[in-house]
């Protein structure tokens, strides 16, 4: 039987809803064997989830998803074991999380305008980590205001609707680079949610291995067959590893169980090996 291994997730540090600890206690439960945490632009919870891990004997990697833009779109980038302690990319972190402050200070100030109690609803954003719009559409769902976290973009968050504020966020070279200066490895983050063209997708790719990059992730939770297959594509034409993961936030969501198995495709080298595990 393969091992179970997990290499996106998320705790209460950015926009899930469990503590780093509690997080490694599921992963135990489902038999995780190697698990990252990789909440959004920092990495406050890894300490505490590599002591965790060794306590359950999880083979641990600090990780993290940067937020940049390529070509004016959000792309997500996750870096698997960099040196959390590099200078650069503590200020590199630090700068992004100031932008998802500004970001979501002015979203409140939208939502007020829009005659919602806008600093209600950001005061548990403003509070994390990482503040994002999954803590403000939970805030609009427990106040009555969304009948669900989708509802709450759909009608308040997304682009478009009245509280919804654009980011000017870090290049996706600059972001790849900053994780490859503190040693880790550059991974795609779920390349077949971004609504773009398979030309134009595979003008990402190529220009994410290009600055750096070296794995896409292929085999993640609920991904449709063609998806897949689009990815695995993508994988061999690049020479990108495959990476697993199941970009968890919370219990109870069954199409992204925590520690999923998912077998990569025929001829992809695994992620683990450019990791060296």
Not at 80 to 94: G, K, R, T, V
Not at 208 to 217: D, Q, R, Y
Request: proline content about 6%.
């Amino acid at each position: 039987m393969e091992p179970r291994i997990d290499l996106h997730t998320h705790s209460h540090c950015s926009d899930g809803v469990l503590a780093p600890a509690a997080l490694v206690a599921l992963a135990a439960q489902r038999q995780v064997e190697l698990l990252a945490l990789t909440d959004h632009d920092t990495t406050l919870g890894c300490e505490e989830a590599r002591a965790a891990c060794q306590a359950h004997g999880i083979h641990f990697l600090p990780g993290v998803e940067l937020t940049c833009l390529w070509h004016g779109r959000e792309i997500h980038v996750i870096g698997l074991n960099p040196d959390i302690a590099q200078p650069l990319f503590i200020e590199h972190c630090s700068n992004v999380l100031q932008l998802r402050r500004q970001r979501i200070a002015r979203m409140a100030q939208r939502l007020s305008q829009a005659g919602l109690p806008g600093a209600a609803l950001s005061a548990e954003a403003l509070a994390a980590a990482a503040p994002t719009r999954a803590h403000l559409a939970r805030a609009l769902c427990a106040l009555g205001l969304a009948s669900s976290v989708q509802a709450a973009f759909d009608r308040w968050l997304k682009r478009g609707q009245p509280g919804y504020v654009a980011s000017q966020w870090p290049e996706l070279a600059t972001a790849v680079s900053c994780i490859v200066a503190a040693g880790g490895t550059a991974v795609l983050a779920h390349p077949h949610r971004y609504p773009l063209s398979n030309g134009v997708l595979r003008e990402l790719v190529g220009e994410f291995k290009a600055a750096g990059g070296a794995g896409l992730e292929v085999s993640l939770a609920g991904i449709a067959p063609s998806a897949a297959d689009r990815l695995a594509t993508l994988a061999r034409r690049f020479d990108l590893a495959g990476s697993i993961g199941s970009d968890f936030h919370e219990p109870g969501l069954p199409w992204r169980p925590l520690g999923r198995f998912a077998k990569l495709p025929d001829r992809i080298t695994p992620i683990m090996d450019r990791l060296g595990l």
